[in-house]
Structures are given as C-alpha cells and as structure tokens.
C-alpha cells in the first residue's frame, strides 16, 4: 500500500482521495452515463470497484432490491477469487472471517451395513498446492460488502442505487450516448416511478433472468435437468462428526454435498432431491423445509441432524445454461458492441461445484477494464470485442466441467465401481475449480507468438503466478504479483539480465529505450501531464540479493517520480537473490531466462506477452495494436 | 472468528450483539460510571476496546482533544503489540497497512573519509526470530483508530467522550462510587462547563503531564537530561540509499535514528540536536524545522535531503521519568486501590527505542481484565493491587533500557570503539524491545511454586507463546494462541496425556474432574445462567494427529453448547500429531512432557499456573485465591 505521497495521509490508506466525477458525486443518477451497471451480484459489484479506479468515467449501479443483500446465494471462493480480493485490497480482512477449506471427505454406504454411512476416503484440498491463495467459505454478501468498500474507497466513490429496476433499452444507431434505458424505481418515496437514463455502456450483471439479456435479444441456450436439489444454511446439534469438514456424501437415500461455513457453527448443504418427472413443472420448487431436512437425516443415517435454526432455504433443479455471446453485436458485425452480460446473466448451472460467484467476478474483472480504457481514450472501441470472445469460451468450460461434476456427485451408490473416483476426480481436476485453468486465446491483448521459452513459468494468456521476491529499497520479503493492485495499469516486468545494475547491461539498454524512444509504449501511450506509470507500471527484478543492488542508481524509469509532491516511488525494483528473508528465486520458480525477459501483464492480471530484453519494436507493436497514440 | 450461534450474522462479524450498557448507550455522561478512563491513547483505547468485552459495567473515556488523533506521537509496534492487536481481532488490517521492519543498518564516518558517512554493518530484524508477529512502524493515529473500532464493536459499544478534560478527584471514605471527579467540557457547544461524575474507579490514561497524577499525589522521578532531539516526520528526495530502512546513523556532526514510515515515501528521523546548556530553561524546544533539516544534512553527508513535505515535527529533551506506584494507595497500606495510572502518566523516555506506545498498551491490558473480574463480581478488590505490583517494575526496566540505548545511540564516533557494538547490543536485546520479557513475579495471579519442568516453553509469569496446531473438528492448521481472543476471559489448556480421546486416560480424569467436582473453577467460579465457558475457555490438546480423534466423542466439557441457539463449540480441540498441513508439534516446540500437563493463561495472555494432569486440588486452590465463588 503506497501513500503519504499527496500529503501526508491520517485515517484509513485504503480510502482514496477522490478524483473526478468521484468529487462531489450526485445522489441522482445523471441523465446522461457513461458506463451503467444493472445488478450488484458479484460481477456488478466488482465491475464498480474497478470503475471507481477510473473517476473521470461516470458509472452508475443500479440494483432492484432496496440494499444490501443480507442472506444465502453463493459461498464458495475459489483461490483465484482471493487472489483478485488481493488485488482490490481486502483478501487479509475476508481470510480472517471465512472457513477455510483444509479437507475433502468422501462417504459412502458401510460394505458390511449398506444402510450406514462409513468415512471412505479424506483427501487434503489443493488450494495451498497450487498457489499462496486459499479455498474458502463465506456468505456473497460479505463478498459484495468488501466490493461495495472498495468501490465507495476509489477515487470514483461509487455507491450502489438501490430500489432501482431495469425495465428495458434501446440502442440507437448515433449520439454519444447511444444507450436509452428505461429505468423503475421500486423502493423507496419515489416507488413507481419510471425515467430514462442515457448510457454508453451497460453491463447486464443482472442475473439469471436478465432483463438486459432479454433486451438485447439473446438467448439462454442448455437444458433444465430433472434433477432436484434442496439447499439449507443450517445450525445444527449433531453426532456426524464431519460436521466442520466438507464433506461429499453418498448414500442408499441419495447425496449430499455437505459445506461448512464461515464462524465454526453454520453448515451448509446440499441433498438430493433426485429425478423430477416430466409432468412435474417445477413443484419440486415448493418441497417443505421439513421434508428436506428428513431427507438429509435419511441419508446421514446412522448419524442425527437436529436442526436448531435454518437461516436460509431453496430448492433448485439443476440447469446448464450459456448464452451464445456475451454481447449486443451479431456475429461478423463490425460494430462495436455496447452491452454486455455477465455472470448468472450468461452463464447458470449448477451450485454444487462452488463456481457460479467466483467466474462470475472474473466476468467483471475482464470486462473493468477494457471499459475504462476505452472511456479514458486509452484504447479503441474494438477492444471491447474481446470480452464476449474471451469469456463466453471460459463459461462454457465451466458448464461442462459442472455437468460432469453434478453428474457424479448425483450417482446412486449401485453406479458407484471405485469409491475412490470422486476423490480422484476432485484432485485431477483442482487448477479448474481453483480458477486458474482460464487461459485466454490471442487477440489483440495477447500475443499470437512469443517467447514462451524464456518464462516457462508464466503461461501466455494464463493469470500472472506470483512469487516472493524482495523489495530492494527496503529488504522486506513480498509477493511479486501481489504489489499489481486493481488499478486498472498494465504492468511490465523487466527481468534482468544477469549482469546486473550496470549501465552497459541488457536491461539498462531495454530501460534507455522505454524511457525515451518515441515507439516506446510508455511515452506513445501515456497522456501528457499523467504520471509516467499512470497507464504502465514498469518494474525490474534483479537476479543479485538485495544487498547488492542500490536503488538510487538504477535507470531512472524504475524509479519514477509520484504524487502531488513529485516523489521518488521507492517501489519499483525487486531483488530474486537470497536473502536473511528469502529462499525463493522468481527466476528457478518460474523458469525465467537468465539473459533477461520482459512479461507483460494485463490489468486483469492476465500475461499478455513474453518477449526479449532486445525485442523492443515487437512490443511497442504490440501495444500499438490496442492502444491510441497519446502524444507525451 | 465465531459467529452464528446466536442466529445468522449477515453483517461484519466483528460487531459483536450489544449487551448490557451497550444496548441504548446514553450519548452523555452518565452522573454515576463503574470506570472512568481518563485519556485516549494507546493505554486508554486500548482499556477501552477491553471494558467493552464487560458489557454491565458503565464505561466512559474522556478525551480533551476535540476528536481522533490525527498527527504526530509514537510510530514503532513491537511484536508483543501485533499479537495484542490479533487478540482485538485486527493484526491483519494494520499489518496490511503499516512498514515492515526487516532490518536495521548502521552507518558511520568513513574511516578514509571521516566527514563522509558508509554503511557499516546490516542486521536483519528480530522479530520473526523471535514470535511469528513482524515489527511494525505505523502512526498511533492508526492504532487508535483500529482500538477506537474494537471498542465500539464489543458488546459495551464504548465510544469516547472528546472535547472533556479532566480537572481534578477526590477519593470519599465510602459509598458505592466513592471517586468525585471534576470533568469540563472544552469543546463544542457546552465549552467552558464543568460538571462532576462519580465514578468506582478512575484510570489516568492522560500522558505525560497527567492530571489524575498529580490529583492523587503521585509524583514522577527521574532526570530530564541534557541531550535534545528534534523529530520530524517527512517526505523528500534523496540520494540516500537507506532512505526505506531503519538506520542508526553516526556521523561527525552528529546521529540520526532513521524509521521508514507506512506508505513507501514518508520517514521519520529523529536527529541529535547535541547537550543542552544548564541554562537554556528548555529554549532548545524552539528549534526551528530549518535548522532540524539543515543539521540533518550534515550528519548524513555527502548524501542530501531535499525536504518537500513535513508532515510532523517536534522538539524535546530526553528524559527518563517513573512515578514510584501505579495506583492511589500508600505503600503497606490495606486499602484496595480506586485510581490507575497508566503510559506515560507514569513513565516517560526517550522515542528511540520505540517501546513507549507499546508498554502502555500492556499497561492497559493488564488492567482491563481485572476491573472487569471486579466490577462483574469474579474477584475480590485485592486483585486490583497487582497492577501497580505487576506494571510499575516493568516500567523501571524499560527506563533502564531506554537510557542504555539512548545514550549509546548519542555517542560521538570517537567514543565508539567497536563500530559493531551497537548492531551487536541490538540483537542481544532483542526479547527486550519486542516486549517478550516482561515476566511476572509470583502472586495471587502467578503461582509461586508449579510444575515448570512439564512445560519449560511455557514459562510462569511470561506470555503464553503460541505454536501451531491443528483444529480437530475441520483439520486446519491454526496457532493456538491465536484463538485467545481478548474477551477477558481465563485459558486452561489441558495438554493431553499421550493415550488420546480414551476414557481411561489421565486427560479424561481430569475432564471429569473438572466437568462435575464442586471444587472445580469452572463448577465454583461461573455464574449460573452463564454459558459454561464465559469464564473459563477450557481447550484440549491431543498428542495424536486429528484424523484420530473423534470430535464427538471428546470430553464433554472440550464440546460446550452455546450462544441462544445452544450448539456445541466446534473448536476447543486440538491436535499436535502431524498431518497433511501441520509438520508443527507444539509438544515439542514448547517442551510439554507427553504424560500430560495443564497451563494457566491469564486474561492478558499471560501464563499463570503450570500443573500435572493430577493436580487437581493445587488448580482449584490457585483460583480459590482470586476468585469469589459464584455457586454453580
């Protein structure tokens, strides 16, 4: 956390001086937005927190329901969620109230006492084995209190308006603001009462019965399966004694998907309801609270369940659904798309996998921004194309590995060969489920061709890994990826050649050249009277230990001068070497070059290129192909 | 965190239910209070944020500023304080936010250049040596901040009274709030008006030039020394390389202590303005900033400061100061004690070792807990004269501390023989400044005679040291110590014998006892109507990994039911055996004998009582000496 360099800074850092349109923001939606957002679920929400990054673009946030959302939905984080909770500042705060998920059991009928349950297998999570990041449980509405801090925190101070309904938009073929939304407001004085606001943007994170999805005329594509599902939040006296672990179980009577929650009482699951018949038409929905409970005690048999309190209940059928594309174009349109959806908008199936919030988030993190360069004049409008080209792909990986899991997960035990599978499933499977399986296609933001073989470790088109490194101006022991904040920048990694801080090596050479020649990315790209890492922050590691490396004689891009009182930021030059604190080396974790490697890192997090400290015109190339020239 | 037992909690889980006194707290200044805190500092926020854990006694905190600090005072948190903050449930948001001391350079005249400085040595920082808590520097104004949050999240919802100050007290002979305080109001509406509370029991948290000090007729001793320092907060450019790490610099023309600051751009400097005259009648506290900044820059010749923004600035003379007791009664006198002091209303030192914020806080917290065992009944008057008895040693060796290091750090270059001394003195200190040494004497509170060879890592009067452990009921690695929050309650913690969750095992006796004996504390000393463990937070440790025990088949005093809903406590056992996450086992870590043995924790975390599993007698007699009984 950087400040003091505006001034000196007395209450909490992680509020933001506010900038903009952040500066004396109306209570009224305007007539007129740039970016409107309808539903504050965890895509909305996050897509706020990273507009409020962005406090000359006006974005509003609109949400029918009157305030928060105070009970049930989604719980299940995945270690890319908190990676990105990083990201917006408030991964230590929510690690510190959730449940962490250390194990995995799998039970299944006793082979001596078919009608018994019996623990088969325990299987540790993979969270800590495939990142620095953990698996958690928490309530999505503590989720969306964080966003909601973040986003009222950033210069752009946004709030959710509440009670506010989306009723439907039309899209006109010109103006600035192409986007005439009819709004309702239905809480409040002012209840009943219709308006229209112009946007020229609208993000439809409004969920699975979209009306923005309605109103651009897509379709929700997938089937209904005639699977039922009842779930519960419940406190509980009992003598399973897997009560505090998450637990798949497997019974004569059925399954349960067994999930505990934040605060070491509450559990959550999920009992099978099993097939619902043809004629049904959904009243399954109105099975009693009484009936699913003796159902789990059925299956938990021949443990007890005594339910003390039920804080929250429903009852679902399994559905597997994608929208075609996640935008308002026609395919092999040229024009640039102007809605979008996401989330439950898009994308529904199945709660059991624990995935719907967490891809949903990424939905909003993919699409921040590429708005708020688009609004800021960073980029053209075609790079917003890349949003339904990149996710739609991602959603439909996430159906189909859920079809496959829900299916499991359903199986009568007579179905069941290797009690073992599951388990071995849930393993094999642990980079999807932990949300680190997307890896986006080229386009204009990732590389068709690069030098993969020169950062093994950093997939192109796959999130940035993080690795600890040191800080060379003070000597502290910190994680590469997590000093790339939500911010909305490009981050440039200059990995050093092996030489060193000396004038006469590679990277002072590659320094030199993005520093001050006109292709270079950092002055064609960044406006005049920005900062010089307001679009790009460029870091350097260093190969040596810290000790040897003296920041105050590095090439002068790595040290750029900040704020309102025009600083040195002391933070830019990283040290691989060991240390008193030290044992990792970025360049052994992540197979980097020790001639130098230059990794270019999206706003998203998301690796964009791998090139050579000498390949300077490919990545001023690459750049120019999505970024407007800015003149500095 | 545990939360839910009550019912679901959609909102931060930190705001504890109001109860007692927290439930419609008045906005004014009740006639008559239990406890008056007098100041809100770190020793009074912190009195504070602890009396709201005792919710049926009447609280208030009095502050003369018109509002939160916002500026300026101590900076430096030793590891002793991160773990004191991790028990008010916020280590992990200061953490996030405050400089990390890693290390700690000494820089002296170049011996082939003498008007110019070299770094002479790196020391890497003890801490994580020594606790698993980090060293911190972040202003006051934010530890305040994060206490002021506890306060009012407890169940007290203790708030501060700004803008009143203390005039002066009177101790009557008798009554129930035998204290007649005389409060003004010197801010706001009601300036200039004064009115009198009556109070039980009254704590000077009022700083250096305490008012209730001098009421009650304590008097500081010691020397203001002739040696003057200026101190100031700044951001600048320099060619300092060292700019982002704590230094001590000694130089030709003179020394500076150099501390980085939160944020990566401000540094603190506390610079030697050389020996006061006799007569300079403190005229030396009218230094300049100019001449501060100008002297600073020939101490670190030939490296330049160019001061763009001063934050915070200051003048004083070092003195070493201790009141001779901590409280109002007499020494040899019988009565028990109604006024505390507290901080620096009864030591004062120099800045430069860092200790002074973080000695009061332990000030506080030492106290806390025993008004509250008071005033709620628990303890008899006499416990209150441990205070005094247990603070105001700890306090003397913190004055001799301070002038050791102080007087070392003011040395000229040609009275230092050995340019490692100081580095050297540093790190053979280190127990010291983390505020790992305070160990106290035997008392009513700290048996004299107990069974340290069963546990030698645990040692009596110091503070219980965590290790990490394995909660049994969901299979994460958590750190014992970690779940003693500060809620005024006592720990015993039974560490099994080595037969595990058996009913014929030396633990499984002991549990009985301690379940059903009517000498029992948990039996003799809980109120009835309260839950099992309000008093007494009893945790089992088991020798064997977690998979082997069944949490369900525990003792049932390791599985009490609670909060309204009355559901079992899911997390009073441990296990140290090894297992997927945890290659910790605390029994080796601390030294605890495998036949078993039982520790004593005191409210402020530290350890009291060490005793064999047969002990049973001696641990209700330990009790019987502070504790009234309550009848069960």
């Known amino acids: 956390m950087q400040f003091h360099h505006n001034g000196y800074v007395s209450g909490d850092p992680r509020v933001q001086p506010a900038a903009g349109t952040g500066i004396d923001r109306p209570a009224e939606i305007p007539d007129e937005v740039d970016v409107l957002i309808v539903g504050s679920g965890p895509a909305g929400m996050l897509l706020a927190a990273q507009m409020s990054q962005f406090p000359t673009v006006v974005t509003r946030i609109v949400e029918k329901r009157d305030g928060r959302l105070v009970l049930g939905q989604a719980d299940g984080i995945q270690p890319r969620s908190v990676e990105t909770f990083q990201a917006f500042g408030f991964a230590e705060r929510i690690v510190a109230e959730a449940y962490n998920i250390g194990w995995m059991n799998f039970w299944g009928p006793d082979p001596e006492n078919p009608q018994n349950i019996v ?3 325990r299987t540790a999570d993979y ?3 495939i990142s620095e990041f953990p698996h958690l449980i928490v309530n999505q509405a503590r989720v969306l209190d964080y966003f909601a801090e973040a986003a009222a925190a950033g210069p752009g101070r946004i ?3 509440y009670g506010v309904e989306f009723v439907g938009l039309i899209r006109h073929e010109s103006g600035d603001h192409p ?3 009819r709004l309702r407001y239905v809480a409040g004085e002012r209840a009943g009462q219709e308006r229209v606001v112009r946007a020229k943007y609208v993000a439809g994170c409004d969920g699975a019965r979209s009306g923005v999805r309605d109103a651009i005329g897509r379709r929700h594509l997938g089937d209904v399966s005639a699977h039922a599902w009842g779930v519960m939040d419940v406190v509980v006296e009992t003598d399973f004694p897997d009560w505090r672990i998450k637990c798949a179980i497997n019974s004569e009577a059925g399954n349960i998907l067994h999930i505990p929650r934040e605060g070491g009482y509450l559990s959550r699951m999920y ?4 097939e619902v018949a043809a004629d049904d038409d959904h009243r399954v929905r109105q099975t009693p609270i009484e009936q699913i409970i003796r159902h789990a005690n059925e299956i938990l048999h021949p443990y007890v369940l005594d339910v003390k309190d039920v804080a929250w209940h429903s009852v679902y059928e399994v559905g597997h659904r994608v929208t075609d594309r996640f935008d308002d174009i026609p ?16 994308h529904t199936h199945s709660a059991k996998a624990g995935q719907g919030m967490n891809v949903s988030m990424q939905d909003g993190f993919n699409l921040g921004w590429k708005l708020g360069s688009v609004l800021t004049g960073r980029s053209p409008e075609s790079l917003l194309a890349t949003y339904s080209a990149e996710r739609q792909p991602v959603a439909q990986q996430l159906i189909d590995f859920d079809r496959e899991w829900s299916t499991l997960m359903a199986r009568k035990p007579e179905e069941i060969s290797d009690p073992e599978d599951l388990a071995a499933y849930y393993l094999a499977t642990a980079e999807f489920p932990s949300g680190f399986m997307t890896q986006y296609a ?3 933001i990732v590389a068709g061709t690069a030098r993969q073989e020169l950062a093994a470790g950093f997939p192109l088109g796959k999130r940035f890994t993080s690795s600890p490194v040191v800080l060379a101006s003070d000597g502290n022991v910190v994680h590469l990826g997590h000093h790339a904040r939500a911010d909305g920048r490009w981050r440039i990694y200059a990995f050093a050649d092996a030489e060193g801080p000396r004038d006469d090596s590679a990277l002072a050479a590659w320094a030199r050249w993005i520093e001050t020649a006109d292709d270079s990315p950092v002055r064609r790209h960044t406006p005049d009277g920005l900062a010089l890492d ?7 590691v260093y190969q040596q230990s810290f000790e040897d490396i003296d920041v105050t004689a590095v090439p002068a891009v790595f040290r750029p001068r900040n704020g309102t009182l025009g600083v040195t930021d002391w933070e830019k030059v990283f040290a691989a070497g060991p240390s008193r604190w030290n044992d990792s080396d970025i360049f052994d974790e992540r197979g980097l070059s020790r001639d130098g490697v230059v990794v270019v890192v999206r706003p998203d997090q998301y690796v964009a290129h791998v090139l050579s400290l000498t390949a300077t015109e490919e990545l001023a190339a690459f750049f120019a192909q999505h970024m407007a020239p800015a003149g500095r």
């Open 534 to 540: 307001a679009v790009f922050d460029v870091k350097a």
């Open 331 to 346: 395919d092999g349109s040229a024009l640039a798309p102007r809605v979008f959806l996401t989330g439950d908008a898009c």
């Open 179 to 181: 986007l005439e939304v």
């Open 271 to 274: 009992i099978d309801l099993g």
């Open 119 to 121: 623990r088969r297998s």
């Open 159 to 161: 709030a959710p308006d």
């Open 127 to 129: 969270a800590y084995d």
């Open 442 to 444: 080229p386009s204009a």
